[in-house]
């Protein structure tokens, strides 16, 4: 099976109880901001990337929230879902890859668990503090 990691950005705004999504054109799923980790990119700076691409946003990946894995027989893959924290940095929300990207937009706690159900206990879940990340030594 081919190895395949992917990084999540998980942008949570406290105040409204509310985290931002995208919509992905592909397969119509909404997912946090997030992608495939390129050759020679840690996973923080794939997460920061990607949430770039599709949110236009800048952001900070902090902590890891949740690590997920699965098997995918029909493309031979096994791939393992890294999502982290993520503060954002800018505020103007602009997609830059509208290729894969339909909209990025805010949704409820309630919401995002009826599109993105694969997190047992939900959203709320996954906002705690986490678990430190550290790269080449250095805890991000």
Same mark, same amino acid.
């Given at each position: 099976?081919?190895? #395949?990691? !992917?990084?999540?950005? =998980?942008?949570? +705004? &406290?105040?409204?109880? /509310?985290?931002?999504?995208? %919509? ?34 800048? #952001?900070? !990946?902090?902590?890891? =929230?949740?690590? +997920? &894995?699965?098997?995918? /027989?029909?493309?031979?893959? %096994? ?62």
């Amino acid at each position: 099976m081919k190895e #395949v990691r !992917v990084a999540y950005a =998980l942008i949570h +705004n &406290e105040e409204t109880q /509310q985290v931002l999504m995208v %919509h992905n054109k592909k397969n119509g799923s909404w997912t946090l901001p997030g992608g495939l980790v390129e050759q020679g990119e840690s996973l923080a700076e794939a997460a920061v990337r990607e949430a770039k691409e599709e949110t236009g946003l800048d #952001v900070e !990946v902090t902590t890891i =929230l949740a690590v +997920n &894995e699965a098997k995918m /027989q029909a493309n031979n893959e %096994h791939a393992t879902f890294v999502t982290f924290k993520a503060k954002q940095i800018s505020e103007e929300i602009r997609i830059q890859d509208s290729e894969k990207i339909a909209e990025a937009v805010w949704m409820s706690y309630d919401e995002v668990d009826k599109v993105m159900m694969y997190h047992p206990g939900g959203i709320k879940s996954l906002l705690g503090d986490g678990v430190p990340y550290v790269d080449e030594g250095v805890v991000i």
